[in-house]
């Protein structure tokens, strides 16, 4: 019962605004270049289909490969500050220091440091500097949460510091990892296509770029269709994320454990 | 009978400068169960870790005189490895210790059907019971076959009867294995029950204030905490206790 709810709720608020969206535009005869009709965004969706698709796909593509180096490099420095109190100290407020500098304040800089040729791998950089920390946080964390009662435990059976690392402390924190690379991914959608803007016009093809194109066209329901497409991007990388931390925490972890057992 | 351990003048002092224990002057013989009992904070539990080794003594020094045991330990909490069964939980010192892993699976089988356990290898802590996942951890402690066995108030979480149970159940392994065992206890009757010998302690810094023995080889018979036997035993150790509280206060 509540679980059908929980489909059927959202879908039917969205259809009953959708309708009264549709039903206004029409009656008060709102020109398309102020507010689309839900229609004409359809219709410039399926029009402009190819173009958004491969839009999509650009940044789609950099947006996975700076989630991928944000989580390498996120743990691999997590794991270093773990083993190492010195490195920690010296390397922390960095860290901190390159999250809470707004990416659109460096993004013009970077972008002029890697050059308009290689302006995807600009992209990339500042997408990874927005997703990179959440991992780094969150394994941190993660790490210094493990169970000390268990550290000594292997400690007594004589485990290396590697074995107490892979047996012990990277699964311990995993429930962390997993809700970090949940921000993370979604972080590093947004650094992307905030990288795209700060890119501007020229060699970028990303949805942002497709977005700032139809904003200075005066193409509003393309602009809209590429909202939408973002929307159900970013939707779509929650989602797909939410399932692995289901999948990997259902046996075991508090979190991913239903009630009514 | 040959003496395990003997601490010699141990003391641990915390880098706040607070004495926890000590100076503890105390030998451990072959085949003992030594309770060591005393209040809350009296350093009973950073005792125990100075005998696994798990902390250095700060001074004094615990002389083994035919060497090193294989050690056993077992915590208040269970200290399972939530993301791993019943089985890899057991397993893990044997893994540790690289044995091989078609050896592993039948050793963590068997230590499981000794606690009972048998037919839950493939269960997740969260599924067991707070007496079941104790249980999964003793027999974590006992697949090395240690000779020395540290357990730190294990049953303090437990309900009474899971309690009582598995006090049976500890004895039953313990007169089987020939284990040498250090209790860790604030409950009298748990160590007039279980202990050939009760060793109290101070309120800290720990140290030992009396030994009271048991006049009775220890097993499993729940109609002996009803006996007068039982009842003179713990008076004696509760009188000895509350010696302590005075000379503190």
């Known amino acids: 019962m509540s679980g059908k709810l929980t489909y059927a709720l959202p879908v039917a608020l969205g259809v009953a605004v959708l309708a009264a969206w ?4 029409r009656a008060y005869n709102i020109p398309p270049f102020v507010l689309p009709a839900p229609s004409a965004i359809l219709a410039a969706l399926l029009a402009d289909w ?33 083993q190492s109190r010195v490195v920690e100290m010296m390397l922390y407020p960095y860290a901190v220091a390159l999250q809470v500098t707004p990416v659109v304040a460096i993004a013009p ?3 002029i440091w890697v050059g308009f040729e290689r302006i995807n791998l600009a992209l990339l950089i500042l997408a990874w500097i927005v997703a990179f920390f959440p991992i780094l946080s969150n394994t941190t964390l993660g790490l210094r949460s493990t169970d000390h009662n268990l550290i000594d435990l292997f400690r007594l059976h004589g485990a290396s510091p590697a074995q107490i690392l892979w047996r012990l402390k990277l699964p311990s924190t995993l429930p962390y990892l997993l809700g970090g690379m949940k921000t993370a991914a979604g972080l590093a959608l947004i650094g992307t296509v905030v990288a795209e803007y700060g890119a501007g016009s020229g060699t970028a093809t990303g949805l942002a770029w497709r977005i700032v194109e139809a904003g200075n066209r005066l193409q509003i329901p393309r602009m809209f269709a ?9 939707i779509a990388i929650f989602f797909t994320l939410s399932l692995i931390e289901y999948l990997v925490l259902r046996k075991w972890h508090e979190s991913a454990v239903s009630k009514e057992k | 009978m040959s003496v395990v351990a003997e601490l010699k003048g141990v003391e641990r002092t915390f880098a706040s400068g607070i004495k926890a224990v000590g100076p503890l002057n105390l030998e451990l013989r072959e085949g003992e169960f030594v309770s060591l009992l005393g209040p809350s904070g009296c350093g009973k539990s950073t005792a125990l870790r100075l005998i696994a080794g798990l902390l250095e003594p700060t001074a004094g020094e615990i002389v083994w005189p035919n060497g090193k045991p294989p ?12 993301w791993a069964t019943a089985r890899a939980n057991v397993r893990l010192p044997l893994d540790l210790a690289r044995v091989p892993s078609e050896e592993t699976t039948a050793r963590a089988d068997a230590a499981l059907d000794r606690v009972g356990l048998s037919g839950f290898g493939n269960a997740y802590p ?17 697949v090395a076959k240690p000779k020395l066995l540290l357990m730190d108030e294990p049953f303090a979480a437990l309900d009474e009867m899971t309690r009582q149970e598995l006090n049976d159940d500890l004895l039953r392994l313990w007169r089987a294995d020939g284990l040498t065992i250090v209790f860790v206890t604030h409950s009298v009757y748990e160590s007039t029950y279980l202990s050939t010998r009760t060793v109290v ?16 080889m220890p097993a499993p018979d729940p109609a002996y905490r009803f006996t007068t036997q039982f009842a003179d035993h713990a008076n004696e150790v509760t009188s000895a206790l509350r010696n302590g509280m005075k000379i503190a206060a």
């Open chain 1, 22 to 25: 549709e039903l206004l535009v």
């Open chain 1, 50 to 82: 190819p173009s958004l698709m491969s839009s999509l796909w650009t940044t789609l593509r950099i947006t996975l490969i700076a989630f991928a180096l944000a989580v390498v490099s996120g743990i691999a420095l997590a794991v270093l500050f773990s």
């Open chain 1, 109 to 111: 800089l970077i972008i």
């Open chain 1, 226 to 234: 590429a909202f939408f497409l973002l929307t159900v991007l970013g």
């Open chain 2, 71 to 82: 050690i056993g330990f077992v915590f208040q909490d269970p200290t399972l490895m939530p």
């Open chain 2, 126 to 142: 969260r599924e067991l019971s707070g007496g079941m996942r104790m249980r999964v951890s003793i027999a974590r402690a006992l």
């Open chain 2, 201 to 216: 302690l101070t309120p800290r810094p720990g140290r030992v204030l009396a030994e009271v023995a048991s006049e009775r």
